[in-house]
């Protein structure tokens, strides 16, 4: 299973930005996919997450500012930042929770990541 995650990029204080994540491989259902967020010396931590049939959790410091959504067909998860703010500066790692065929097995998966960066 890869994921493969696009959409990041420069963006001015106050602007947005739309991240994008397709899984790809020998998959038979996805259940949870998320973001999550790493900036230089500080510890990944959740941006937002959404189940299988849509109900969307977010951290605290994105609430009201960013949404998730999901194409199940084309087993994608996206991510809207509106309104971002200099901390919001990381690299944006995407996962999800896959159940696949060969070998029949769930197991959480991570993308490699697209840099966000917001000038002030």
């Known amino acids: 299973v890869q994921l493969q995650a696009s959409g990041g990029g420069l963006v001015q204080a106050g602007g947005s930005l739309r991240l994008s994540c397709t899984a790809s491989g020998s998959i038979l259902s996805i259940n949870d996919m998320g973001w999550h967020r790493q900036a230089p010396g500080k510890q990944r931590e959740l941006v937002a997450s959404?189940?299988?049939?849509?109900?969307?959790n977010y951290g605290d410091s994105v609430k009201g500012r960013f949404t998730i959504s999901r194409d199940n067909a084309k087993k994608t998860v996206y991510l809207q930042l509106n309104s971002l703010k200099p901390e919001d500066t990381a690299n944006y790692y995407c996962?999800?929770?896959?159940?696949?065929?060969?070998?029949?097995?769930?197991?959480?998966?991570w993308g490699r990541g697209t840099q966000v960066t917001v000038s002030s």
């Open positions: 959404i189940s299988s049939s849509g109900s969307a």
């Open positions: 996962n999800a929770v896959v159940l696949t065929i060969t070998p029949w097995r769930t197991s959480s998966y």
